[in-house]
């Protein structure tokens, strides 16, 4: 495609041109009743000039002018002059307010500052410097028309035939500049005001919007948090002992087949175990299919610790359970945080430590009940063991990404639980330490 058939292309044949060199479109084309609106004003001032040579035309009663005779013609011709200047009020606004007042000025200086056919043409350009102009420019150019209205009007009805009292004059300066300037200030700017009132009232609707959004959002990540979590906490476990399970029987299956079979049967129950709590897990997302059972899904409590100790066990785990004080009910939040973490700590423990010893320990006291895994130092032997077939060291447990320990922070913050989680430095391995304190989380 040639550089003359493109319509981005330079016409002399150089360079493409990119966005910001090209010419601009022109502007759109403002709507009839947009440009009708715009027009309105200089229409009506016209339509009092035309009204004005009427009115002459049909014999009535003109006022006097000084000496010399300006036609009403004139005076018509300088309101036409104010209409045509009026065109341009949105985009000129010091230049029309300049034509027309100096208009109106020699209208009054003609007639003995009677005549007000230019007032409208006034008021029309004040409404709009005061509308459209910044607060200073405005002020100073409203004061400057002004004191020229003023004074020229009073000095045309003091120097005039009929030489009005001062009295009078001053009556008629003070109204003028009210009439002329004032009025259509004080209008632009309560217009002014209900333009800033209803730009503060479209962002304030933003904002909430905004906010709304966000809420969103937060809602949608930590429902997603959540549901990370229990995936993780349900399959992490389980899989992690059919892991182990396989392995052991793999290892056992030339020494002593009966126990490899029995491992392999154990690996089996954990499958479908995990597919029975993956299932429950999916239907309590799905409203559209409810369980099978037709029965509520129930929350994980702490009494269902003991299960956990003996189902890692049957994997070959070295799992002793410690329980101390006298066990209450807890609410099911709180109950829920200690069974994931126990859940959690002893499937860290056959992924990172094999065949090390663990313990868990659950001690209730009246203010507080503390729940600690903890799995002593790996035998270095089953360590190579796991390496050599496939599964996470020390080292590489290090390197994780450590979702198991940021869904136990998470729970623990849920219930506002204390949670510390490390090396053990006195007996070697790792410790994991639960503090539900006071009735944190204590059902009615």
């Known amino acids: 495609m040639t550089s003359a058939a493109r319509p981005d292309a330079d016409p002399t044949g150089g360079r493409r041109r990119s966005w910001l060199t090209r010419p601009m479109d022109p502007q759109p084309r403002r709507a009839p009743a947009s440009r009708l609106r715009s027009a309105f004003p200089s229409l009506l001032v016209a339509a009092v000039a035309l009204g004005y040579v009427a009115l002459d035309l049909g014999g009535e009663q003109i006022p006097a002018t000084v000496p010399g005779d300006v036609p009403p013609l004139v005076h018509a011709a300088l309101v036409l002059v104010q209409a045509l200047s009026l065109l341009a009020h949105r985009h000129r606004p010091f230049a029309v307010l300049a034509v027309v007042v100096a208009a109106d000025l020699v209208v009054l200086a003609t007639t003995e500052g009677e005549l007000g056919i230019g007032a409208l043409g006034v008021v029309v350009a004040a409404y709009t410097v005061a509308r459209r102009v910044d607060r200073t420019a405005r002020l100073v150019a409203l004061v400057a028309a002004a004191s020229a209205t003023a004074l020229v009007g009073a000095a045309a009805m003091v120097v005039g035939p009929l030489g009005s009292p001062g009295g009078v004059v001053l009556a008629t300066a003070a109204a003028r500049v009210v009439v002329l300037y004032l009025l259509p200030a004080v209008a632009a700017e309560q217009v002014r005001g209900r333009e800033r009132l209803r730009e503060a009232l479209e962002a304030q609707e933003r904002s909430v919007e905004r906010e709304r959004r966000e809420d969103a959002d937060r809602a949608v990540r930590s429902e ?14 389980h899989l992690s002992g059919i892991i182990v399970g396989a392995q052991a029987a793999t290892a056992l299956v030339v020494s002593d087949p009966e126990r490899a079979r029995e491992m392999l049967r154990t690996v089996q129950d954990d499958a479908r175990i995990t597919l029975g709590d993956l299932r429950r897990t999916v239907g309590l997302l799905r409203d559209d299919e409810p369980e099978a059972s037709g029965r509520p899904v129930a929350a994980p409590t702490m009494a269902g610790i003991e299960g956990l100790a003996e ?3 049957e994997r070959g785990q070295d799992v002793t359970t410690i329980v101390e004080g006298e066990p209450r009910r807890l609410g099911p939040l709180a109950e829920a945080t200690a069974y994931r973490m126990v859940q959690e700590s002893l499937a860290n423990a056959a992924r990172h430590a094999p065949g090390a010893p663990c ?9 507080q009940v503390e729940v600690v895994a903890r799995n002593e130092a790996a035998d270095p032997a089953l360590i190579a ?3 050599s077939t496939g599964t996470a060291t020390g080292t590489e447990r290090s390197r994780g990404t450590g979702y198991g320990l940021a869904g136990m922070a998470e ?3 849920l219930v506002g639980a204390r949670l510390t989680t490390g090396p053990d430095r006195h007996h070697g391995g790792w410790t994991n330490r639960l503090v539900l304190i006071g009735d944190t989380g204590r059902a009615s």
């Open 224 to 237: 997603r948090a959540a549901l990370a979590r229990e995936l993780h906490d349900i399959a992490g476990h």
């Open 311 to 313: 189902a890692a066990r």
């Open 359 to 367: 313990r868990v320990a659950v001690t209730w006291t009246d203010d």
């Open 385 to 387: 063991l796991g390496t």
């Open 411 to 413: 729970r623990a913050e």
